[in-house]
């Protein structure tokens, strides 16, 4: 079992930056790929970044391709999703997850297995 707990989430004026954290529980945690979504008001929840165990492998969605970054300390037990050039587009809750079956990165939520509580992200124009 892993629990996650994201941190990091405010308010922001468009073009600011803001990094999210998540600390991961248990063990195994360095062998897991771990991704971010976000969800907006009404909206689907949707891929943000994902990266692998060995941080060799990163893949972001195309909306934050370039202004996103996510990196990971597997010493630490913590994953990060450095956010630069933030748009009010960008507003929403940012989730962390864990998925413990690839050694890939997916970009389906139904593919994770643990998730934390969210942190809200608020970029005004």
């Known amino acids: 079992q892993v629990q996650l707990v994201e941190s990091g989430g405010g308010l922001v004026q468009a073009g600011g930056s803001l990094r999210l954290s998540c600390e991961a529980s248990g063990r195994t945690f360095s062998l897991y790929t771990m991704g971010w979504f976000r969800q907006a008001p009404g909206k689907a929840r949707e891929f943000v970044a994902g990266?692998?165990?060995?941080?060799?492998?990163?893949v972001y969605a195309d909306s934050v391709k370039g202004r996103f970054t996510i990196s990971r300390d597997n010493a630490k037990n913590m994953v990060f999703l450095q956010m630069n050039s933030l748009k009010p587009e960008d507003t929403a809750v940012y989730y962390c997850?864990?998925?413990?079956?690839?050694?890939?990165?997916?970009?389906?939520?139904?593919?994770?297995?643990?998730w934390g509580q969210g942190t809200q992200v608020t970029v005004s124009s």
């Open positions: 990266i692998g165990w060995t941080s060799s492998l990163t």
């Open positions: 997850a864990a998925d413990k079956n690839s050694d890939f990165v997916r970009k389906s939520s139904y593919e994770y297995d643990y």
